[in-house]
C-alpha cells in the first residue's frame, strides 16, 4: 500500500476514530454495530484508497461508507425497518436529518456519546471504560491497564455497559441542566482520561496525541458552558489542570521526538498564553474546600511558576500531595508523591517509598513505577539495581518515545556497572 495513504488511514483513525463512532451510534444506537461498520469501513479504505487516491474528505468518507454497510447488514438480517423505529422512539436517532458529512461541521455526538456513557444507571468504571473505548479507540487491554484489572474483565465490564445501554433505551442526549450534577463527575473523570491518553500516549511513536488533548479541553470547556456561570469548581480545576499541562506539550520532546524530563526542559518554550488563562481558574476552583482535580492544578501552577527547575515549590507540591492522597486515594497519587519526596528529602527516602507501595504488588504492571525506580537507584549511584529496573520498565511500556528515553538510561547504567 501506497505510504501516503497509510500515513492518511493512520491520520484519520487517530484523529477522527471516536467522533466516526460517535456519529454512527447517533445514527444507528447500537454501540456493537457502530464500531464493526467503522471497523469495515478502514478495511475498505486500505482496499479502494491505494487505487482511487485518498479522498477529499477521508473522515467523511469512511462514515459514509460505514453507515452504508451497516444498513446493508441491517437490510440484509431483515431488520431495518424495525430498528429505526426502535431508535426514533428510543431518542438515538431524533430525527432523519443527517449532518454534512463534507465539512467539519457535524454535530456534536461526542459530547452526547460522553453523557450517554456516563448515565447514572451504568457503574462508573463501566461509564468511563465504554468511553473510553469508543471515543479514544483505546483497545480492551489498555483500558484494563489504566484500571490495574485484567483484560478479561474489563471486557466484560464493556459488553455489560453497552448491552444495557441497548436494553434501558438510554438516549442519545445531553441532560437537562436538573440532570447534569448527577452525571459531572463521571463526565469530567472521562475528560480527564482522555486528556491523559493524549498527554501520555499509551502506545505508538509520539509522546503526545496533540488531537486528544486539544479535543479534551475543549470538551472540558463545553462542560463549562453547560453548567452554567455557578458550575462547580471541580469543572475549572479541571479545565485549569489541562490547560497547564498542555502549555508545556511543545518542550516535552526535541525535533526527533525524544522525550524532555520536566527539569531538562525549555521552558521558554512552555505555552504562556494557556498558563495566564489557567491560572486565574486555579484560584478560583481552590476555594471553598478543592477536590482531586483542584488540587493537581495548583500542584501544575506550581511547576508553572516557576522559572527555573530549582525555583520549584518542592516542599508545598508534597503537601498538596498529602491533601491528593486525602481526597482521592490511589496507588498513582502514592507513587507521584514519592517523585516530589525524593526532590524535598532526598532519593533514598523516596525509594523507602517506592519499594512500600512496590510491596502491595498494585502498580506491579504499570510501567512508570519501574522506571520511577530506577531512576531513584541510578541517582543514589546503584547502577546494577537501577539496570534491572529499567529493564523491567521497558519490558511493559509501549510507548517508542519513553522507549527509547528508558533505553538511553538502561545503556547508561550497564556502562557504569561495567
Not at 474483565?153 to 450534577?181: C, F
Not at 503526545?208 to 453548567?227: F, K, N, P, Y
Not at 516542599?315 to 525524593?342: G, H, K, M, W
Request: hydrophobic share 45%; charged share 25%.
Amino acid at each position: 500500500m501506497p505510504q501516503d495513504v497509510t500515513s492518511a488511514l493512520d491520520a484519520v483513525y487517530r484523529s477522527d476514530w471516536g467522533r466516526i463512532v460517535a456519529t454512527l451510534i447517533r445514527l444507528f444506537g447500537d454501540f456493537e454495530a457502530a464500531e464493526e461498520a467503522a471497523q469495515e469501513a478502514f478495511a475498505a479504505a486500505v482496499d479502494q484508497w491505494p487505487a482511487s487516491g485518498v479522498p477529499e474528505f477521508p473522515r467523511a468518507w469512511i462514515i459514509q461508507t460505514a453507515r452504508h454497510k451497516a444498513i446493508d447488514r441491517m437490510r440484509r438480517q431483515g431488520r431495518f425497518q424495525e430498528k429505526l423505529e426502535s431508535y426514533v422512539v428510543s431518542g438515538f436517532a431524533p430525527t432523519s436529518e443527517e449532518p454534512n458529512y463534507d465539512t467539519d461541521e457535524i454535530p456534536d455526538d461526542r459530547l452526547r456519546l460522553i453523557f450517554t456513557c456516563c448515565h447514572p444507571a451504568l457503574a462508573l468504571e463501566a461509564q468511563v471504560a465504554l468511553t473510553l473505548r469508543t471515543l479514544c479507540g483505546l483497545d480492551t487491554d489498555e483500558i484494563a491497564r489504566a484500571f490495574l484489572v485484567p483484560g478479561a474483565t474489563m471486557a466484560q465490564r464493556i459488553v455489560r455497559a453497552k448491552r444495557k445501554i441497548r436494553d434501558a433505551g438510554i438516549p442519545y442526549a445531553v441532560p437537562e441542566t436538573s440532570e447534569l450534577p448527577a452525571r459531572l463527575d463521571a463526565v469530567l473523570t472521562v475528560i480527564y482520561l482522555v486528556f491523559n491518553e493524549g498527554y501520555a500516549a499509551t502506545r505508538g511513536e509520539p509522546l503526545v496525541r496533540a488531537d486528544l488533548c486539544a479535543e479534551a479541553i475543549r470538551l472540558g470547556r463545553l462542560v463549562q458552558t453547560l453548567m452554567g456561570p455557578g458550575s462547580p469548581l471541580e469543572v475549572d480545576g479541571l479545565v485549569a489542570l489541562m490547560l497547564l499541562h498542555d502549555s508545556r506539550r511543545d518542550a516535552r520532546s526535541d525535533d526527533a521526538g525524544n522525550l524532555i524530563v520536566l527539569e531538562e526542559q525549555d521552558r521558554s518554550r512552555w505555552n504562556k498564553r494557556q498558563i495566564a488563562e489557567a491560572l486565574p481558574l486555579v484560584e478560583r476552583a481552590l476555594r471553598d474546600g478543592p477536590g482531586p482535580f483542584a488540587v493537581e492544578a495548583a500542584i501544575a501552577a506550581l511547576h508553572c511558576e516557576a522559572a527555573r527547575a530549582e525555583d520549584t515549590d518542592w516542599t508545598q507540591i508534597v503537601r498538596l500531595y498529602d491533601v491528593l492522597e486525602r481526597l482521592q486515594p490511589s496507588p498513582v497519587v502514592s507513587l507521584n508523591r514519592a517523585v516530589a519526596v525524593a526532590m524535598v528529602e532526598g532519593p533514598q527516602a523516596a525509594l523507602a517509598l517506592i519499594d512500600e507501595l512496590a510491596a502491595t504488588g498494585e502498580l506491579d504492571s504499570y510501567h512508570l513505577l519501574h522506571a520511577t525506580r530506577a531512576d531513584l537507584l541510578r541517582r543514589l549511584g546503584m547502577p546494577a539495581d537501577a539496570t534491572a529496573s529499567y529493564e523491567r520498565a521497558l519490558a511493559l511500556v509501549s510507548n517508542e518515545s519513553e522507549r527509547r528515553f528508558l533505553e538511553r538510561r538502561l545503556r547508561e547504567m550497564q556502562a557504569l556497572d561495567a
